[in-house]
């Protein structure tokens, strides 16, 4: 009797494998302030992501922010008013995650996605404090349809090939 246990192992994997997640945090960049022309950082697997400051914004990476029980780390620091946009140069994102720190009462963080540039968000620190900082940037991909569909395929080929 034939098992189905190397078609489900063969599916599940390439389920997994259709997702790509990804996560880009501070740590390494401490004391760099943001020039006023955009900023590429390349993520291997991905692209890159651009960093651009808007009009009336400087911004920095470093310690200043941290959670109230002392959470965070190394940060891209805002003051009120600031914003940022960045942009992803890649594959289409999903499910993207913008994790802040030093978030006090009566400040929040606004995040819009930019009506004029396809996958790019725009994050301003809004309401009265001394400033927050963004920690990370995370996102998921999914690849390509046809490529997608090649790795489903070979391992349906994979799973149905006879033993010898």
Known sequence: MKTKAPLIVVLALGMTAMVNAFTLDAVGYEGIELPSIPVSVSVPGYGDLVFEEQPGSALEVDNTYL????????????????????????????????????????????????????????????????????????????????????????????AFRRRR
């Open 67 to 158: 959670n109230d029980n002392g959470t965070g780390g190394p940060s891209l620091n805002f003051k009120q008013g600031e914003s940022l946009k960045i942009t992803f140069v890649g594959p289409q994102p999903l499910n993207v995650d913008f994790e802040f720190t030093g978030v006090s009462v009566g400040e929040y963080f606004s995040v819009k996605q930019d009506q004029f540039t396809p996958q790019a968000y725009i994050l301003t620190l809004n309401g009265e404090g001394d400033g927050a900082g963004l920690y990370a940037v995370s996102w998921k991909v999914v690849p390509e349809p046809a490529s997608a569909l090649l790795g489903v395929l070979g391992g349906a080929v994979f």
